[in-house]
């Protein structure tokens, strides 16, 4: 994932599109395709605990997928400890996966490699699937030391539309955390 002599991308999807806490030399908004965005990981150490996860994304593969967010590249000096406070950050069940980053100022262009964190089904906090209407209620329950649940959901519902990006889950569970 080298640019520019050793500087990387990384690709944030959830919380990262609207709180980086970590330095970084370019910010742009991109999309990474053949994955959707889904609330199906389990959050026991920011947006819940243990015995009452919160909900937060993960990326499921879907072959006609896309999925918006942004992209920070990382200065090479920079990157050592970057890396290591993301593992830290997303140490709940996420590893990280090669992904092609399409810019949004630059759509034409060719893809840019990159890195994204992704929680799969082999983790132990992985929730999975389950109707919205139960996702919604669970993070209308759930708090952790980051903050409410329900902050995450629409915290990155509003960066999303800042972006002009479309996320039927997401603002589908906007409206029924809203409803509810």
Known sequence: MAENDGDL??????SLVWRPDYPYIARRAAWIEGWERRF?????DHRGVPG???????????????????AYLICAADCAAVMAHLDHREKGGYRLFDV???????????????????AGEDNPNYLGPAPLH?????????????????????????ALRGIGAHDEHVFALETLVRAG
């Not at 991308?9 to 959830?14: A, C, L, P």
């Not at 996702?135 to 959901?153: C, K, T, W």
């Open 9 to 14: 991308w990384v690709f944030g999807y959830g």
């Open 40 to 44: 199906w990981q389990g959050s026991t």
């Open 52 to 70: 009452a996860p919160g909900r937060v994304v993960t990326l499921a593969p879907d072959a006609g997928g896309v999925c918006w967010g942004m």
């Open 100 to 118: 092609g980053l399409n810019f949004a100022d630059a759509p034409d262009a060719p893809e840019t490699p990159g890195l994204a964190y992704v």
């Open 134 to 158: 139960d996702i919604a209620a669970q993070i209308r329950a759930s708090a952790g030391p980051s903050g409410d649940n329900v902050e995450y959901l629409l915290r990155l519902a509003e």
